[in-house]
């Protein structure tokens, strides 16, 4: 019931890097798998990655060895790094949480943010 907030989203150039953000007002997801989601314009959200409560990350074929995910316990933030930003990385991000492992379903998760906006230019 905590409210996740992601922020970082901005208009980045291709090639370039981005940092986005979701943080929660306490540890309410310290157990959680958090997931990072994306819904290109006009297309179905997909899954970019997963981090579990033990660290273990998954990310999207689609943007392996660009985007890393990463998670610190104390400040209650999990982020994405986005690096070498192509034109298909744009879209609205959002992070989500459930219980337990993680999942590549969107149904899956419970908790979800209000998205943040990621635009790439050329």
């Known amino acids: 019931q905590v409210p996740l907030v992601e922020s970082g989203g901005s208009s980045g150039q291709a090639g370039e890097s981005l940092r986005l953000t979701c943080a929660a007002t306490?540890?309410?997801?310290?157990?959680?798998?958090v997931a990072w989601f994306r819904q290109p314009q006009e297309k179905e959200s997909e899954a970019v990655a997963t981090?579990?409560?033990?660290?273990?990350?998954n990310l999207a074929d689609s943007v392996k060895g660009r985007f890393s995910i990463s998670r610190d316990f104390a400040k209650n933030i999990v982020y994405l790094d986005m690096d070498s930003l192509e034109p298909a990385d744009a879209g609205m991000y959002y992070c989500?949480?459930?219980?337990?492992?993680?999942?590549?379903?969107?149904?899956?998760?419970?908790?979800w943010g209000q998205g943040t906006q990621v635009t790439v230019s050329s």
């Open positions: 989500a949480a459930r219980k337990y492992g993680c999942r590549w379903e969107s149904s899956a998760y419970a908790f």
């Open positions: 306490e540890n309410a997801y310290s157990r959680y798998c």
């Open positions: 981090i579990d409560e033990n660290k273990i990350i």
